[in-house]
């Protein structure tokens, strides 16, 4: 019962500060040793990527539809937050991904294997169909059986989920989720930069 009661007040206590912005719940201190033990969702924008097409020229290897792509920082932050997610022995039961070259990069020059592939983290936009938004949320409640959940997406995905984001999501951020409490209150917003300094 006193379980129970901890676990509604902690909901209710992190709605309360969603309802003005979303915030850093939790000191990032707190963030690697919640996330070693498993069962969150770490749902992330694709790392930098300008929205200039590349060129048959310029493209990148395999992006044989011409897509956006990333640029050098883009590739190397991709890089590094894989190196962090390794050396922080931070576990991953599974690494989706959208469909487009970029998201698809970043799960690649990270370094993980048996990226699945899911249309429902393809929204790039923020008015995103309804039946996108119910299916999206119901996976963002799913919890990984074990390890956490990667799930690299778009702006338009994240914003239509979190819609009062102060500042904006910014390539390569993520938004730490407990599928167990509420995902209006996400408990932390991590830059891809912010995982190198990780202890």
């Known amino acids: 019962m006193r379980l129970a009661t901890s676990k509604f007040l902690t909901v209710l206590f992190l709605l309360l500060v969603s309802n003005t912005a979303i915030s850093q719940i939790l000191t990032k201190e707190k963030i690697v040793p919640l996330l070693k033990n498993g069962g969150y969702l770490i749902f992330m924008r694709h790392a930098q990527a300008p929205t200039e097409l590349p060129t048959t020229t310029t493209a990148s290897p395999g992006n044989l539809n011409l897509e956006r792509q990333l640029d050098g920082k883009g590739r190397s932050d991709a890089a590094a937050f894989g190196e962090a997610i390794r050396r922080l022995e931070i576990p991953l039961g599974s690494v989706e991904s959208s469909p487009s070259y970029r998201t698809r990069q970043t799960a690649r020059l990270a370094g993980f294997n048996n990226v ?18 119910m299916t999206l949320r119901a996976e963002l409640e799913l919890k990984s059986e074990s390890g956490n959940r990667l799930l690299i997406s778009h702006s338009g995905n994240i914003s239509a ?28 917003r991590v830059l891809i930069t912010d995982w190198q300094n990780f202890e």
């Open 116 to 133: 699945i592939i899911q249309e429902f983290l393809l929204q790039e936009v923020r008015e995103i169909p309804d039946s996108v938004l």
């Open 161 to 188: 989920i979190f819609p009062d984001l102060d500042p904006y999501i910014s390539e390569g951020e993520a938004i730490i989720i407990d599928p167990t409490l509420s995902i209006a209150a996400p408990l932390a």
